[in-house]
């Protein structure tokens, strides 16, 4: 595994790097305008030019406006250029300036159901450094076919279509996607392939989607792709299909990534209940980036190279962007500021394999050495109404992590893994129903008895560790106690006895030792400890 923990710690520090290059980004404070927006369906339909690397089409909007307005708000990079809006049918005039639609209707728009249709041409933005940087890759195979990949996580789908780039709001009846690409390439998309016609020298592919989906997993790669097949059946008892879009010059590795791929869904599922799109596909697309987690497509980059863990072939990056299918398309932070309860819990997600193939020493071990990539040098939950360049960081994979390998020691394994998967399936938190940080502590308080506030309170909202305090007493005795968290919380102690578990309260507890005892040996907490 120590070659896995390299590698993600690299890829976590790039990740970092990269999305602060970003100028414009997702989320942040939601607009009135766009407030009052429901956003229930996407339809779009573009044309792919590789020869001038520009599109052209059009994007449909389907909305339950829950006011009567005058003026609507979209989303859309400047890079493209608008000819026309209409909205139910009718022309109206329009603004198109700074990353913004503004359409001034001549009439105010009734509350209820509308259409807005927006037709658009240009070039999208290159991805200088994808996924790590937004926008459109057009490059080649090593054959000279023409691939094309975008990515769109920290800039939203605003790249290439106009939309509601908010993270709170997902259509809730799902998207249909026609792309029309050169007649020998493949389109891989989201949710079920409902067609593909061909006219002359190019094909549309319908891609659709029934699901709410966030609207950065709404992308597409164009490629000489071959599709590999298989399918599972699920703890559900629903037989999932299984699609890898693999680059025909490597169709011959397919086979072994997908039967990984269904090894991770079962694993997946064990702790976090069936695969969340059973009813439309699980999946990956081979991309010339690293990799990113679009709903029921995950990008895949990483070039066959395999780590071992339990003696079997493992693709950390693989495991990981799929894990996403959970925590970040079914499980949704509503605002960017709860970024972790992707990545920090997608990552924690990720040492699970080691638990049941390894053991739980090993398990251990993973989260020692991971903290030392930690930096504490920002609160993981910053606020609220945060946008995603502003609330990326490192930390919110390995601190996030960190942590809710705290709250697994804190709980104990059956109530926890009981109530991490309890979260994952939930309607209550699920598919339409977007969280935050307070959602999420309520839902694992309540599982426990008692508060655990305090303790999110301290890692996610602070850059603090938890300080322990070990006083030595006349007659071989110890004051341990909690300096800087008003709840009581159990800690393994060891002394000259053995290692014993042990609820430590602010107050403290008188604990007898001939030898200075050492507090938390296995790590469970990012803790500081202070001997006096």
Not at 74 to 84: M, P
Not at 220 to 246: I, L
Request: aromatic content about 10%.
């Amino acid at each position: 595994m120590k070659k896995t923990t390299i590698t993600i710690a690299t890829a976590l520090s790039l990740l970092v790097t990269g999305y602060g290059a970003l100028a414009q980004t997702s989320g942040g404070k939601l607009k009135p305008e766009q407030a009052i927006m429901d956003v229930r369906h996407y339809t779009i339909a573009i044309n792919c030019n590789f020869a001038q690397k520009s599109i052209d089409g059009s994007t449909i909007i389907d909305v339950i406006m829950a006011q009567p307005t005058k003026v609507l708000i979209l989303d859309l990079l400047d890079s493209l250029h608008v000819s026309a809006v209409s909205v139910n049918g009718k022309k109206e005039t329009f603004d198109h300036k700074n990353g913004l639609i503004t359409i001034n209707m001549a009439k105010e728009l009734a509350a209820g159901k509308a259409s807005i249709k927006v037709l658009y041409a240009g070039r999208p933005r290159i991805a200088k450094r994808p996924p790590w940087d937004d926008g459109f890759t057009w490059t080649q195979d090593s054959t000279g076919h023409p691939w094309l990949a975008v990515t769109a996580e920290q800039t939203g789908g605003k790249i290439f279509f106009p939309s509601k780039d908010h993270p709170s709001d997902e259509p809730n009846e799902g998207a249909d996607m026609y792309i029309t690409v050169p007649k020998d390439l493949v389109v891989a998309g989201p949710g079920l392939l409902k067609g593909v016609s061909k006219k002359g020298s190019t094909a549309t592919y319908h891609w659709q989607t029934k699901y709410s989906i966030n609207n950065y997993s709404l992308v597409f790669n164009a490629g000489d792709y071959t599709v590999v097949k298989g399918s599972y059946k699920s703890v559900a008892g629903n037989t999932v299909p299984v699609q890898f879009y693999v680059l025909k010059e490597h169709a011959d590795k397919g086979p072994h990534l997908v039967d990984m791929t269904i090894k991770a869904a079962q694993s997946k599922e064990k702790y976090f209940g069936e695969y969340p799109w059973a009813k439309e596909k699980l999946g990956i697309v081979e991309t010339p980036h690293l990799g990113m987690e679009h709903q029921s497509m995950n990008a895949y980059g990483n070039k066959f190279r395999y780590s071992k863990v339990g003696g079997q072939d493992f693709d950390w990056l693989m495991f990981h962007e799929f894990g996403h299918e959970w925590w970040g398309n079914k499980v949704t932070a509503r605002d960017w500021a709860d970024y972790w309860i992707h990545e920090g819990i997608d990552t924690y997600a990720d040492a699970l394999p080691v638990l049941d193939l390894e053991g739980r020493q090993a398990y251990i071990d993973r989260f020692k050495k991971s903290a030392f990539g930690i930096q504490h040098k920002l609160p993981i939950v910053l606020g609220k109404d945060i946008d995603e360049a502003s609330a990326y960081n490192g930390d919110i994979y390995s601190k996030g992590g960190y942590f809710m390998h705290t709250l697994h020691y804190v709980m104990g394994d059956t109530l926890f893994f009981k109530t991490l998967k309890g979260l994952a399936t939930d309607p209550q938190f699920t598919y339409d129903h977007q969280n935050v940080t307070d959602d999420v502590e309520q839902y694992f308080s309540k599982a426990n008895g008692t508060s655990l506030k305090p303790l999110f309170d301290l890692f996610l909202r602070t850059t603090n560790k938890l300080e322990v305090s070990v006083k030595e007493r006349p007659g071989n005795k110890y004051l341990i106690k909690l300096q800087n968290i008003n709840m009581d919380l159990p800690i393994d102690i060891t002394t000259d006895a053995g290692t014993k578990r042990m609820l430590v309260t602010p107050n403290g507890i008188i604990v007898p030792s001939k030898t200075t005892p050492v507090i938390d040996a296995d790590s469970w907490y990012m803790k500081k400890v202070i001997l006096e």
